[in-house]
T-cell receptor, first 115, second 109 residues
Framework: GAGVSQSPRYKVAKRGQDVALRCDPI?????LFWYQQALGQGPEFLTY????????KSGLPSDRFFAERPEGSVSTLKIQRTQQEDSAVYLC?????????????FGPGTRLTVT | GDSVTQMEGPVTLSEEAFLTINCTYT??????LFWYVQYPGEGLQLLLK?????DKGSNKGFEATYRKETTSFHLEKGSVQVSDSAVYFC????????FGAGTILRVKS
């Protein structure tokens, strides 16, 4: 079956622009996660949804970052007034059940470059 | 807070050499431990996992043992292939996944 998909794969934004990154999880997966991966680093947790409920947003670096999953399937990560330090790969992952230890399936990521 | 430390790369090996990538962790409680692999141009894939002390995870010839006494989860493979060239991430999961910085592995034929 289809895996986790993300779009766009690459995004170039001028500083100050707003961007929206989309994640399509595996069908039926309850949990959805967003991570930020800076160059040469491991992914860092941003936020977590169980169905449409955002249960943990402790990793969002500032109030310019906002995520939603209104119907419990597709999710969008929005970054307002982008800054150069926002340049990174944004990864989405989904899991079939609630609860953290279950295997997470990752998408290919969106590489955001802020110029 | 919880953290993972893994050996810096890149690690460069000849085909059929023995591989060890060290990983140690700091966590409160009893996390699950994972190794993820990222092949060039692809997304992260789970390679193996262990959910409690002394468990051994294994897959594709790779293995790692959950050592609570040394807080370690070292990745090993007896004979690497060129196709194993990738970035390897050690991670733990308590209430969220926490990743190490990754280790680049390059295998030369």
């Amino acid at each position: 079956g289809a895996g986790v998909s993300q779009s766009p794969r690459y995004k170039v934004a001028k500083r100050g622009q707003d961007v929206a990154l989309r994640c399509d999880p595996i069908s039926g997966h309850v949990s959805l996660f967003w991570y930020q991966q800076a160059l040469g680093q491991g992914p860092e947790f941003l936020t977590y949804f169980q169905n449409e409920a955002q249960l943990d947003k402790s990793g969002l670096p500032s109030d310019r970052f906002f995520a939603e999953r209104p119907e419990g399937s597709v999710s969008t990560l929005k970054i307002q007034r982008t800054q150069q330090e926002d340049s990174a790969v944004y990864l989405c992952a989904s899991s079939w059940a609630g609860g953290r230890p279950y295997e997470q399936y990752f998408g290919p990521g969106t590489r955001l470059t802020v110029t | 807070g919880d953290s993972v430390t893994q050996m810096e790369g890149p690690v460069t090996l000849s085909e059929e050499a023995f591989l060890t990538i060290n990983c140690t962790y700091t966590a409160t409680g009893y996390p699950s431990l994972f190794w993820y692999v990222q092949y060039p141009g692809e997304g992260l894939q789970l390679l193996l996992k262990a959910t409690k002390a002394d468990d051994k995870g294994s897959n594709k010839g790779f293995e790692a043992t959950y050592r609570k006494e040394t807080t370690s989860f070292h990745l090993e493979k007896g004979s690497v292939q060129v196709s194993d060239s990738a970035v390897y991430f050690c991670a733990l999961s308590a209430d969220k996944l926490v990743f190490g910085a990754g280790t680049i592995l390059r295998v030369k034929s």
